[in-house]
Structure formats: C-alpha cells, structure tokens
C-alpha cells in the first residue's frame, strides 16, 4: 500500500462545510481526490465552497440542510447516494457555541448546542450507517473538540455537547468494528472562524474581558502558542479518512498545538 493519501474515487459528505473548519475539511478531501458533497444550512456560503471544489477539479454540489432535523439529514444523505451511488466518508462537523458563566447559559442556547453539536453528529451518523453498514465500508470523522477531552469554564454546555461527541465516536466504532466502518473524531484547537468571533461576543457582553485581549489569552495558553488553520484540521481529517487509518477507531485525535494533551 502506498504511503500517500490517496482518496480519489471516494464519495465524501461534510456538514457545515460553508464555512470555517467545515470548508477546511472539504477542501482537503477534495485535493485528496474525494468528491465531496457540502451541506450547510446557508445555501449560498455552500456555493462558494462548491465552486472552489469544482476549481479542484473534482465533482462537488450543495445541499441546504439544517443538520437538527432527521428527516433533512436523512433526505441529503440519500440524495448524495443517489447521484453518486455510494458514500464512502461521512464528516459531521456543523457546530454552535454559547460562551459564558453557567448560570447565565439559557435553556434555549443549551438546547442550541446540543440540537446541532450533538444531535445533528447523532442524525449524521445514523444516515450513514443506512448505507455503510450494507457496503461494508466506510470512515466517518467527526469534529469534537478539545473541550470534548477536558471541560472548559465558561464553555459548559459546549463542552458537554462535545464529550458527548466523543462518547458518540467510541460506543459506535465498536459497534461497526466488524462493518468494516472506522469511526473517529478530531479535537481542534483554536481556529479564528465565526464560532469564535460568536464565543469573543459572549464573553464580552458577560463582562469577562476584551475581545482581542480574551483570544490573546486562549492562545498563549497553548504550548505551540499558535492558534491552527482550517487546513491544519482538514489534513488530520483527510488522514483519518484514509486507508493510512485503518487501524484507528474510536479515537480522538487533537490538533491543537498540545493543548490538554497530558491532562
Ligand atoms: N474554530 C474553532 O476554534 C473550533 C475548535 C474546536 C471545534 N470546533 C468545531 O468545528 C466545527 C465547525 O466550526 P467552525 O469553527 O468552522 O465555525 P463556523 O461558525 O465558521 O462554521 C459552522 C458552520 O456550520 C453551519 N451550520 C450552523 N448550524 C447549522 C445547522 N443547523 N445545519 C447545518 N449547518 C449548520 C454554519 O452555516 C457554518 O457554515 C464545529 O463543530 C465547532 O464546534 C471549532
């Protein structure tokens, strides 16, 4: 088996890929070779990334979908399989956060987060089962995040979204072990997307800080004291997508410049 990644003739699927991370992560795939369906619930953010795929010269289309509703996840997932015959990596990645004290956090933003962050990884998941599980194969890579590794104050019902990604990610690879379907997860470190401009805004409105002072803060924590790039994340993800992975399941795997990696 060659070294290199080599993913061409691969049928890929990322969710929130009209932005951040999630554009990161089909754009890798793509340069890998994948064609890659990006589904997003901003439509118009989706076409963007569609049109650099295509720029790739691999096969892309979007899909508005809101990954909170089963039956839209099911719906894209089929309609991907219908077009291109099978789908070979799955990629839930669509996230939200909401930052501040505990008792400040509203039932509304808990239920936010674990809508998208976790139930839309559970829809996801469970859409590509219908058609792995059959195949026989299959790599579904989801994003957590290092807060799904350690708890973060301030970042709560973030980081109980995010464990629960990772205990996702651990009780299905044993499931579908023998499927021949590997399941992991990635735990990003700090990347400068909307979430975080979102997180920044919370804090501030909570009284913590300064925005700019807050971001300096979270990255001279980090032992690289480096903040990672989309392409930083979407190359650990193309990995794990890979045949080079074969061998790992159930796993999380941090790019976040050795941040909690010794807790
Ligand atoms: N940026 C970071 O530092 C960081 C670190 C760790 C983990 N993460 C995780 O990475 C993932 C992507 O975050 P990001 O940083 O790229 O943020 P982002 O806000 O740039 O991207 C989120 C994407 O998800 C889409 N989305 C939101 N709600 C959706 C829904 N209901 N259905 C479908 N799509 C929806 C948005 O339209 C957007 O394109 C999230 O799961 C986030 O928790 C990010």
């Known amino acids: 088996m060659s070294t290199a990644i080599d ?22 795939l793509a340069k890998a070779g994948a064609d890659v369906a990006i589904a997003d619930i901003n439509a118009e953010d989706a076409q963007g990334v ?16 809101d990954v909170t509703k089963e039956d839209e996840v099911f719906a894209m997932v089929d309609e991907v399989v219908k077009k291109w015959g099978k789908l070979d990596i799955m990629c839930p990645n669509a996230g939200t956060c909401s930052a501040g004290p505990l008792d400040k956090l509203s039932a509304d933003n808990w239920d936010k987060m674990m809508q998208i962050n976790l139930y839309g990884h559970f829809y996801c998941v469970k859409a590509a089962l219908k058609y792995m599980k059959p195949q026989k194969s299959g790599k579904i890579v989801m994003t957590a995040s290092q807060a799904g590794r ?10 109980v979204s995010k464990f629960g990604v990772v205990a996702l990610t651990k009780a299905v690879a044993q499931e579908v072990a023998l499927d021949n379907i590997q399941v992991n997860c990635i735990g990003p470190g700090i990347i400068r997307t909307k979430i975080w401009d979102k997180i ?4 501030v409105a909570a009284g913590i800080g300064e925005a700019d002072a807050l971001y300096k803060a979270f990255i001279d924590a980090i032992p690289t004291k480096r903040e990672q790039t989309p392409e930083d994340i979407g190359n650990a993800v193309t990995f794990l997508a890979s045949d080079l992975a074969n061998e790992i399941t159930g796993d999380i795997l941090l790019i976040n410049g050795g941040q909690f990696n010794c807790p």
């Open 7 to 28: 993913l061409s003739g691969k049928i890929a699927i990322v969710t929130g890929s009209g932005s951040g991370l999630g554009r990161g992560i089909a754009l890798c």
């Open 50 to 65: 569609v049109k650099e795929i295509i720029a790739l010269g691999r096969k892309s289309f979007a899909i508005k979908t």
């Open 150 to 159: 350690v708890a973060v104050p301030l970042l709560a019902g973030y980081s």
């Open 200 to 203: 920044l805004g919370d804090l």
